[in-house]
């Protein structure tokens, strides 16, 4: 048997377009230009969003009006109740009703409540920390910088959740509006609702281009932005107890072990491993049984322990179990462990994620406009089509990912991966085998029902039609942008897209 442990590395890119970038011109690269790139995309949503429901009211359409209100909001609700209901996010969650948990909720109703305001003050953290890394001089005040720019916080899981909850339905909605009802609505409000269908589309394509690979990347180090260090903390806590517990668990000889190697080749891709020249000692010898814990461990720790291995703390929020695993025998070093590497990828420098938005952009402005249209004309086979689209591609990732392992709890997380998955795709939670055939797949299938649903309508519908123009527009700009965006994947995927990286996982042996 044998148990497994990675080791991880910073992932923020510090290259762009295969150039080393020096620390200062990689934290104006990859911190501070993207904070305020994403703090005036946000400036803008929320203006024109506000500006949208402005305009509906003065149409005397109070309808409307109070839907726009309430998809701005279902990200900050959805947020505050995966918050408030993880009691690894309050600062003390064994202690009831004390002062600081009701300081801690009263705040975080607060921040939920005025959204725009907590998210802004991110912006500024961020952008300050940022300024602050390229001011400094010396490397070792630059990664400190940079870090607290980058540090975990609560307000990236509302963030996260603004473009699937908030951008896209917010689109849709919009875009039925205009459809539906363009004659009865002034021009003003058509402006307005185009700005905003653009502004939130963009939004759904930066969300889209950060988590489009983000289980792979978590193998070399990124992490989910939105963990709290309280959390952290409380899973060194609970490993150093289980480290207790395992260590008087070999005074009778017990084994133990928190995982199974037959789970490796089924989780990661494996490499041949690199397994140890020296040959085992005779089998002849015997060893006293009485042997100490403690001379045990003085002589396995010639070398870094791989009996005993590190916490490796899981910013996804499953922070993995410190792993120890006792023979019965005592064995040398070189007996006991060996080397494999998986296979992981580091964040999209700068000209990477310029490409895979475009790519993203494009991709979905065909997607919600073929949807949209052939909603307009033909709603239940549009349900049914969305419908059957669904599960074909859960079926297809189920079938490809790299784990089988689906709790009762995570029924929500899938239909939310559900919805997402009917525009675009995301390796978010699961990890894909096989990649490349993921992504041409799913344009492949995407493009096709696209350019289906258009010619149905083209053919049977536009004829009969008074402002046709409009529609042929509509199918026109479908095509091009299945093209561009097919274009712009291929260009991402072999010149952009940053290299596999291997990373030395240590395994560890029993007999």
């Known amino acids: 048997m044998s148990t497994v442990t990675k080791n991880s590395n910073s992932n923020k890119p510090k290259t762009l377009l295969g150039y080393e970038l020096t620390p200062t011109q990689n934290a104006l690269v990859n911190f501070l230009l993207p904070s305020i790139g994403a703090c005036v995309l946000y400036k803008f949503i929320i203006a024109v969003d506000v500006g949208v429901i402005f305009r509906h009211y003065k149409d005397n359409d109070p309808i409307w009006a109070s839907l726009t209100i309430f998809i701005m909001y279902l990200p900050a609700l959805s947020s505050y109740v995966i918050i408030m209901s993880d009691w690894d996010y309050w600062p003390e969650p064994d202690k009831g009703l004390t002062r600081n948990n009701v300081k801690w909720a009263f705040r975080q109703t607060l921040e939920h409540l005025f959204f725009p305001f907590w998210n802004m003050w991110r912006f500024a953290e961020r952008i300050f920390w940022s300024i602050e890394a390229i001011r400094s ?78 289980k792979a990347q978590k193998l070399t180090g990124a992490q989910y932005p939105w963990l709290k260090m309280n959390k952290i903390m409380r899973s060194k806590i609970t490993t150093e107890q289980q480290d207790v517990l395992l260590r008087d668990s070999y005074r009778s000889r017990s084994v133990v072990e928190t995982k199974r190697s037959s789970n490796i080749s089924r989780l990661y891709r494996v490499e041949p491993a690199t397994i140890a020249a020296r040959r085992r000692s005779s089998d002849i010898y015997l060893e006293p049984i009485d042997v100490g814990v403690d001379e045990v461990d003085n002589r396995r720790n010639v070398t870094e322990s791989t009996v005993v291995s590190e916490t490796e703390v899981d910013y996804s929020g499953f922070s993995e179990s410190r792993i120890v695993s006792v023979s019965s025998r005592s064995e040398p070093d070189f007996n006991i462990s060996r080397i494999i590497y998986v296979k992981g990828l580091q964040e999209d420098d700068l000209a990477g994620k310029i490409v895979a938005f475009s790519w993203w952009f494009t991709f979905l402005l065909g997607r919600i406009l073929a949807i949209s249209v052939f909603a307009y004309f033909y709603m239940k086979a549009c349900v049914w089509s969305v419908i059957c689209h669904v599960i074909v591609i859960i079926a297809i990732l189920v079938y490809d990912v790299k784990t089988d392992n689906i709790k009762r709890d995570k029924a929500l997380f899938f239909i939310f991966l559900g919805f997402v998955y009917i525009f675009c795709i995301i390796e978010f939670k699961i990890r894909f085998k096989k990649a490349y055939f993921i992504y041409y797949g799913f344009f492949v299938l995407v493009f096709m029902e696209n350019f289906v649903m258009c010619l149905i309508w083209y053919y049977t519908e536009l004829e009969s039609l008074e402002n046709d123009y409009w529609f042929r527009y509509v199918f026109y700009i479908t095509i091009a942008c299945g093209m561009l965006s097919f274009s712009a994947m291929v260009f991402y995927l072999t010149l952009t897209k940053p290299k596999s990286v291997s990373i030395p996982v240590q395994v560890v042996n029993i007999n």
Do not use: C, G, W
Not at 162 to 171: D, E
Not at 188 to 206: D, G, Y
């Open 137 to 214: 001089k010396d490397e070792q005040s630059i990664s400190k910088f940079t870090s607290l720019a980058s540090a975990p916080r609560i307000i990236e899981l509302y963030v996260f959740l603004q473009s699937y909850f908030h951008s896209l339905p917010q689109v849709l909605l919009q875009l039925y509006i205009l459809m539906r009802h363009n004659a009865n609505i002034a021009r003003e409000s058509k402006e307005v609702q185009f700005f905003s269908i653009v502004l939130n589309l963009a939004k759904v394509a930066v969300t889209t281009t950060y988590y489009q690979r983000f």
